[in-house]
């Protein structure tokens, strides 16, 4: 059964920082983030391959910063520099195509976290 489980959540003020944290209960090549804000559908954030490569949607680019510990099966993401517009519930994803920009795609995704809460205060 696979599970993940997202940690790292929390309340912030513009600027500030926050790293999430995903516990997979199995190794999956391609992992990811996604985020479905307030009156929002769910969207991409940040996708890592086996590899190490990764990719990131315009609006987080020089921001977040996704990695792993493969040793760990743990993906993390790093936010810096928040702004109010990241407020949003974040998820992990795993199983992921990592092929082109396939990675975006909600419809995609086989496995999902529960999300753990962003907030970003102005």
């Known amino acids: 059964q696979v599970q993940l489980v997202e940690s790292g959540g929390g309340s912030v003020q513009a600027g500030g920082s926050l790293k999430l944290s995903c516990a997979a209960s199995?190794?999956?090549?391609?992992m990811g983030w996604f985020r479905q804000g307030p009156g929002k559908e769910r969207e991409a954030v940040a996708a890592?391959?086996?590899?190490?490569?990764?990719s990131y949607v315009t609006a987080v680019k020089g921001r977040f910063t996704i990695s792993r510990d493969t040793a760990k099966n743990t993906l993390y993401l790093e936010m810096n520099s928040l702004k109010p517009e990241d407020t949003a519930l974040y998820y992990c994803?795993?199983?992921?195509?990592?092929?082109?920009?396939?990675?975006?795609?909600?419809?995609?995704?086989?496995?999902w976290g529960q999300g753990t809460q962003v907030t970003v205060s102005s």
């Open positions: 994803a795993a199983d992921l195509d990592c092929t082109g920009g396939y990675w975006k795609l909600v419809s995609g995704v086989p496995f």
């Open positions: 890592i391959d086996r590899d190490g490569s990764t």
């Open positions: 199995l190794y999956f090549s391609c």
